[in-house]
């Protein structure tokens, strides 16, 4: 950093411009860090959806149809972890126990033995053996059960794992193939560029509903199969932002400098010129993880999603639809995807603020 651009931050010691737990803070990265606290709605917003994300990571803690821990004859298990047979508790079958059953709910409660059940006793995949469904809101199923008997509010728990992991992994992937993209076109220039744009534009005009009706029909939708249908389509949003940002960077002397001194195009393009870019790319991320996420909904909407039975929001607004007598269906799953993109566009604003060269904290 130049003489001038540290006189515009104050005196600063040489302690706070070096590695602190490991993250280089030099003056500009602390303002950025203050711009994004000072936008107290952005700070609150990252915070929440952190802790809410990190406890839908151990949902299997939080939601299951096992306990967690066992106490049988002076033993612990810990099914949740590990699989025990009916044999081991009494029964008679060499298969796994089922914990939910009469008979060993009352082999769990005799004499000394104890089991600790997780703060919902249901999985995503557990279905209530009484009928009718869809049921209301009770004590024991506190957002009630969706048209299978399913407790909703262990499926709002891991779709809401489900929805992030997705939307993170693809912004990931679209991220590191957008900018690669961008960063050859706006280096090299020329014939390479030109014919990369006619190619990206005529990929941004194929019917993208259409290709996933026709990817639907020939494989069985799932996880990996939704995921890489999706990046075909969405590693095009960064391209035009790190292009623009290598060609006007490209000619800059220290870059004509660093040729005459014989250093490579790759050192050159990565080490000298994509900080320049990770400007407009890191500002940009929080937008795609919210289309991301809304894509995903809108395909399991539509049932083209994920396959039958996953702990899906979408579905769960699909059922909604398709029981309108049972409007806590509708209401949960658009509460819960309001609540989460709401989160990450708030989060978009403090990050575009913290790295808008405009703001400046006082």
Request: proline content about 5%.
């Amino acid at each position: 950093m130049s003489d001038a651009a540290m006189q515009d931050y104050g005196p600063l010691s040489g302690a706070e411009v070096h590695r602190v737990m490991g993250i280089r803070v030099t003056p500009l990265n602390k303002r950025r860090w203050q711009n994004f606290k000072r936008n107290r709605r952005g700070y609150w917003s990252a915070i929440i959806f952190m802790i809410v994300f990190v406890l839908s990571l151990f949902a299997e803690l939080i939601a299951n149809d096992k306990p967690l821990m066992v106490s049988y004859g002076g033993e612990l298990k810990f099914p949740v972890l590990f699989v025990y047979t009916d044999e081991e508790f009494g029964g008679f079958l060499p298969t796994e126990a089922e914990y939910r059953e009469d008979f060993m709910r009352e082999a769990l409660s005799e004499g000394d033995n104890w089991a600790l059940w997780p703060l919902v006793e249901y999985d995503y995949r557990t279905p209530k053996a009484e009928g009718p469904f869809p049921q209301a809101p009770t004590a024991e199923n506190w957002l009630g059960t969706d048209d299978q008997g399913r407790d909703v509010i262990a499926r709002v728990i891991y779709g809401y794992r489900l929805s992030v992991l997705f939307g993170i992994m693809l912004t990931i992937l679209s991220t590191i193939i957008g900018v690669c993209a961008g960063a050859v076109q706006g280096y090299y220039g020329g014939w390479l560029d030109l014919i990369a744009q006619r190619f990206i534009e005529i990929w941004e005009g194929m019917p993208f509903f259409f290709i996933i009706l026709i990817f639907s029909a020939l494989f069985v939708p799932g996880f990996w199969t939704l995921l890489f249908i999706l990046l075909l389509f969405s590693w095009t949003a960064l391209v035009a932002v790190v292009r623009a940002e290598f060609l006007r960077a490209r000619n800059f002397d220290y870059v004509r400098a660093a040729r005459a001194l014989g250093v490579g195009n790759g050192v050159i393009m990565f080490k000298h010129l994509l900080p320049n870019a990770m400007v407009a790319t890191i500002t940009f991320m929080p937008f795609i993880l919210t289309g991301a996420i809304t894509s995903l909904t809108a395909l399991d909407l539509l049932g083209l999603g994920l396959p039958p039975g996953s702990p899906s929001l979408g579905e769960l607004l699909a059922q909604g639809k398709a029981n309108l007598q049972a409007p806590w269906l509708g209401i949960t799953g658009f509460v819960v995807i309001s609540f989460m993109l709401t989160l990450v566009m708030f989060m978009a604003e403090a990050v575009r603020d913290a790295f808008d060269p405009r703001k400046s904290f006082a």
